[in-house]
C-alpha cells in the first residue's frame, strides 16, 4: 500500500508529508502530528502478509501492549507509541528516534568496532529485560530495526510488530511461551552482534558465527565464541535449529552473563579489507655450529622458476621508463614526417588541382602576342562595339522633323461677360463710451447643493441681425455686330481747391 502526500488519517490528525524508507516490517513514512505540531514516523502494519495479520481482538491487544511499552519510559524504545485502525489498515505512530538505521551503517568493508558492538547489545538487552512483565511477542530484532547515534551513542529500538495469528496472546504466565519468545530474543541478539562484527548476515552463512568473527578479531576474548555457539546453535547439516530444539538453558540473563564487559574489547573495528589464504614457499631450518643453544634460522626455498620470474619482473621495472620514451620520440618523428610528406603532396581530386604558373591560354583573335599592354580604346573588345552616338551616319536620310504645332486654346472666350461681384462694406459697430456699472456677484452659498431645485437657465444668445442684400449691379448693354461702339464717360476732373481765407 502506498500513501500519497498530503493524505490525512483520523480525521485530520495526522497528515502525510513524505517517504522514508521500507524496513523489514512494512514502509515508514514522515506524517505531522496537526495536533501536537511535531514531526513522527507513521508505519502500515501488514502489509507484507496481509493473510497472517491477527484477528481484531489481537489486534487490539496489541495496540493496548504498544501502551504499556510507551508508559515504561525506556530511552531505548521510541517516544510516543501508539496504533491505529482506518479504513481497515494497520497504522504504527511512534517519535522519530535520532541516528541511522545499522543496517546502512554497518557494511561489509565498514563494520563497527568490538567495544561498540558490546555496548550496544549491553544497551538493548538491558531494554529487553524491562518487557519480561509484559512478554516479548512481535518483536522484529533485525538491523534495520536498531538506531544508533555513534556521537552521543544512543541507541533505540523500533520493531515492535504484529504477531502473526498463528502466534497466541501474550501470557506471561505460560511457560512455554515465555521460553520460546526469550530463545528467539536470544538468538536475535546473537545475530545482531555477528552483523555489527562482521558486517555480513548470519543468515548468509553455514558455518558456526565464531569461525569468522574469530578471523575478523582475532583479539576477542573466548567468551565471545561461547555466546555466539550457544546463542544460534547449529545442526550437524548446517541448518538452523528451531525454537523449541535451543538449549533449554539458554536464557538472556544467563546469555548476557556470558559477555565480556565493553573495557576489555579492542576500540579499533575490524580492517575493511580481508587478506586472501597465501601458501607459502617450502622452509627448512638451518642451526648454528658455532653456537649449539641457538635459535634455528629459517630459510625460504623460492622454487627456480619463481626466481626467474622475480628477475625478470625488477629487469622490466628499470627498462620501463627508457621503453616509454624511446616510444615518444619514435612517435613524433613519424608524425613530423607525415605531416611534411602531406604537405609537400600534391591533392590528387580533379577539383583540387593546384594553379600551374606555366599553363598556356589560347589568344584572343587579332591580337599580336607581342604587346601585352595596350591602351583599352585598341583594345580587340572596344574596337568591336557599334557606335551609339546621335550623329546619324554619313549618307543617310534626313530625320523628318516631329516639332508640334503651338498650343491652341482649349474653348473660346464667353460672348457675355459675367459680371465681378464686388462684396459691400461692412459697417463697423458704433463704440459705447460710457463706463457701464458692474453688476455686483450674488454671494455663493457655503455648501452647493448636489441636485439644486432650481437649475439656472441657460444663457440665450441674442438671434444676429440680418445683413442687407447687396446691391444690384447694373448691366451694360451687350454691342451687337456692326454697331456703333458705347460713347465714353468722360473722365473725373479733380476737385477745386478751397479759397483761403488769408
Not at 508529508?17 to 502530528?33: F, H, N, R, S
Not at 481484531?56 to 501502551?67: E, G, I, N, S
Not at 541507541?155 to 510488530?161: A, L, N, P
Not at 581530386?349 to 591580337?367: K, T
Amino acid at each position: 500500500m502506498t500513501l500519497a502526500v498530503g493524505t490525512a488519517l483520523q480525521n485530520g490528525n495526522y497528515v502525510i508529508d513524505a517517504w522514508v524508507a521500507e524496513d523489514a516490517i512494512g514502509p515508514v513514512y514522515l506524517a505531522m502530528d496537526v495536533s501536537k505540531g511535531q514531526w513522527i514516523q507513521l508505519r502500515i502494519l501488514g502489509s507484507r502478509s496481509p493473510a497472517t495479520l491477527p484477528d481484531a481482538p489481537q489486534r487490539q491487544v496489541f495496540y493496548q501492549y504498544l501502551d504499556q511499552v510507551n508508559s515504561l519510559k525506556q530511552t531505548a524504545f521510541p517516544a510516543r507509541l501508539g496504533g491505529f485502525e482506518e479504513e481497515g489498515v494497520c497504522y504504527q505512530t511512534l517519535a522519530s528516534p535520532p541516528g541511522t538505521p545499522l543496517d546502512r551503517l554497518v557494511t561489509g568493508t565498514n563494520s563497527l568496532a568490538p567495544r561498540s558492538s558490546m555496548a550496544i547489545i549491553q544497551r538493548l538487552t538491558e531494554a529487553f529485560e524491562t518487557l519480561h512483565p509484559i512478554g516479548w511477542a512481535g518483536l522484529r530484532l533485525t538491523p534495520d530495526q536498531v538506531w544508533y547515534e555513534p556521537q552521543d551513542q544512543i541507541v533505540t529500538f523500533t520493531g515492535f510488530d504484529l504477531p502473526p495469528s498463528t502466534t497466541a496472546i501474550p501470557n506471561p504466565t505460560d511457560k512455554d511461551q515465555v521460553f520460546s519468545e526469550e530463545s528467539a530474543l536470544v538468538c536475535g541478539l546473537t545475530h545482531l552482534l555477528y552483523f555489527m562484527l562482521t558486517g555480513q548476515r548470519a543468515e548468509a552463512t553455514n558455518a558456526p558465527l565464531a569461525v569468522e568473527v574469530r578471523r575478523r578479531h582475532p583479539g576477542l576474548p573466548t567468551v565471545v565464541d561461547t555466546a555466539l555457539a550457544l546463542g544460534s546453535p547449529r545442526l550437524l547439516n548446517g541448518a538452523m535449529p528451531t525454537l523449541h530444539e535451543l538449549p533449554p538453558t539458554v536464557t538472556l540473563a544467563a546469555w548476557k552473563a556470558l559477555l565480556p564487559h565493553p573495557e576489555q574489547l579492542p576500540s579499533t573495528p575490524a580492517p575493511s579489507a580481508v587478506p586472501q589464504r597465501f601458501t607459502g614457499p617450502p622452509t627448512r631450518a638451518v642451526f648454528s655450529q658455532s653456537d649449539p643453544g641457538a635459535q634455528p634460522q629459517a630459510i625460504v626455498d623460492y622454487p627456480a622458476q619463481v626466481s626467474t620470474l622475480v628477475g625478470s619482473t625488477q629487469r622490466q621495472n628499470r627498462s620501463l621508463p627508457l621503453a616509454l620514451v624511446a616510444t615518444g620520440l619514435l612517435a613524433t618523428v613519424s608524425g613530423l614526417g607525415f605531416g611534411f610528406y602531406a604537405r609537400l603532396q600534391p591533392a590528387s581530386s580533379a577539383s583540387q588541382e593546384r594553379l600551374n604558373p606555366n599553363q598556356s591560354f589560347p589568344p584572343l583573335p587579332g591580337w599580336n602576342g607581342d604587346d601585352l599592354l595596350q591602351p583599352w580604346a585598341d583594345a580587340p573588345a572596344r574596337r568591336d562595339r557599334p557606335d551609339y552616338s546621335n550623329t546619324p551616319p554619313p549618307g543617310s536620310e534626313p530625320v523628318p522633323d516631329f516639332t508640334p504645332n503651338p498650343q491652341e486654346p482649349a474653348a473660346p472666350p464667353p460672348a457675355v461677360p459675367q459680371p465681378e461681384i464686388v462684396p459691400q462694406p461692412v459697417p463697423e459697430p458704433v463704440e459705447d463710451w460710457e463706463t457701464p456699472v458692474p453688476l455686483q456677484p450674488e454671494p455663493t452659498p457655503e455648501f452647493e447643493p448636489i441636485f439644486p431645485s432650481d437649475p439656472a437657465p441657460l444663457p440665450v444668445e441674442p438671434a444676429p441681425a440680418p445683413q442687407p442684400l447687396p446691391a444690384p449691379v447694373p448691366m451694360e448693354p451687350v454691342p451687337t455686330e456692326g454697331a456703333a461702339p458705347a460713347p465714353l464717360a468722360p473722365p473725373l476732373q479733380p476737385a477745386a481747391p478751397a479759397p483761403s481765407s488769408s
